[in-house]
């Protein structure tokens, strides 16, 4: 049978809790009222009744002063008017007479200041705008004179390399020629070879004879044209294969002997002949 818990019966009793019965430290302490919402308010009246203040003195200040100022201009209005009857009085006809008089004067040196003013004025822009012109005109020409003097001195760099260039160049073809004399000599003797001019500028004209066994005077000729750095053969007799004759010219333009050229142009035409 199940046996029914009760709390009564339980041997085990827990404390009450201290926090319950004890008196918070809080609670200990004086109550103090400060009357902070009365001083607010106290001082919320006190700043309408100043601003109340403020805006009527404001206000009366504006009036004294617009009052002043009225009594002000009244009074100069017075004073205007006694001063006028015054002098209207005072004054004769001569004395009016004069007074015009001194004032058509001081018109007519008015007029005519203003007229030097205006005069002195287009001077002095026309002045201002010469002197811009010619300051324009001055930078114009300096910046134009430090151009050419760079030009110059540019074309003088310019001339002097090519002069140096030339005078190498002189140097190597007399020494060049010096050396070719004998050697195109010699190949002239050995190749039965002469050179002519072909009619145009930096063209020569080669004509090889002996290549024809049946017939020694039989002369055969191709023209080099010299124009540029690499040679080129222009007109021939008799025909050459092309391939053959651009073998010859691609050899030349590498390794710049004109003899072997030479020597093989030779053999070309002896081999067209047989």
């Not at 002063?65 to 001569?94: D, I, P, W």
Request: aromatic share 8%.
């Amino acid at each position: 049978m199940a046996t029914i818990f009760e709390p009564s019966l339980s041997t085990t009793t827990r404390a009450p809790l201290s926090s319950a019965s004890a008196i918070s430290m809080a609670d200990s302490l004086p109550s103090i009222n400060f009357g902070f919402e009365e001083l607010r308010e106290r001082m919320a009246r006190f700043t309408h009744r100043f601003d109340d203040f403020i805006a009527e003195g404001r206000k009366r200040v504006l009036e004294e002063r617009n009052q002043f100022r009225m009594n002000v201009a009244e009074l100069h209005g017075k004073r205007h008017n006694v001063l006028c009857n015054v002098v209207s009085t005072q004054l004769t006809h001569e004395d009016q007479r004069m007074k015009k008089h001194s004032i058509e004067i001081l018109s007519h040196k008015s007029n005519v200041h203003v007229q030097n003013l205006a005069k002195e004025a287009a001077e002095t822009s026309e002045m201002h705008a010469a002197i811009a012109s010619i300051t324009s005109q001055r930078d114009a020409r300096f910046a134009q004179r430090d151009r050419l003097r760079s030009e110059i001195a540019s074309v003088q760099k310019t001339i002097s390399q090519r002069l140096d260039a030339q005078r190498q160049h002189a140097a190597y073809l007399d020494a060049q020629a010096r050396h070719n004399v004998p050697e195109l000599e010699f190949w002239q003797d050995y190749l039965c070879l002469r050179i002519e001019g072909a009619g145009m500028v930096d063209r020569l004209k080669f004509v090889f004879t002996h290549i024809d066994e049946r017939d020694w005077d039989r002369e055969a000729w191709f023209e080099l044209c010299t124009e540029s750095r690499d040679y080129e053969v222009m007109e021939m007799r008799p025909k050459v294969e092309k391939e053959k004759i651009g073998a010859c010219v691609e050899r030349l333009n590498e390794n710049r002997n004109l003899g072997m050229f030479l020597k093989g142009m030779r053999e070309l035409f002896v081999e067209v002949t047989k």
